[in-house]
């Protein structure tokens, strides 16, 4: 069974940083594609960064510049540094362990708000 397990939301004002965590307990595959998503209220979840194991990433474009995603493969745990915050990244932050086309794993959301 594996469980992902999120840390670091918390509110914050605009301009300001947050860094979100990501443990994953259990038997992952160490291959697996770790990434973030985010889901707003009223809006459909979005894919915010993935990191791939060899450390490949990829960003939606809103957050490129600003956002900046990491693993360590040793602890099965991926980050998400978030700089230069605006209050339209609101949301609920998801992590996300993808192992393969019918194996993938959510932790239980955090919040994150942005004040203006």
């Known amino acids: 069974q594996v469980q992902l397990v999120e840390s670091g939301g918390g509110l914050v004002q605009a301009g300001g940083s947050l860094r979100l965590s990501c443990a994953a307990s259990g038997s992952l595959y160490s291959g697996s594609v770790m990434g973030w998503f985010r889901q707003a209220p009223g809006k459909q979840r979005e894919l915010v960064a993935a990191v791939t194991s060899g450390g490949d990433t990829n960003y939606a474009d809103s957050v490129k510049g600003r956002f900046t995603i990491s693993r360590d493969n040793a602890k099965i745990t991926v980050y998400l540094q978030m700089n230069s915050l605006k209050p339209e990244d609101t949301a609920v932050y998801y992590c996300?362990?993808?192992?393969?086309?019918?194996?993938?794993?959510w932790g239980q959301g955090t919040q994150v708000t942005v004040s203006s």
């Open positions: 996300n362990a993808h192992a393969g086309p019918y194996e993938s794993y």
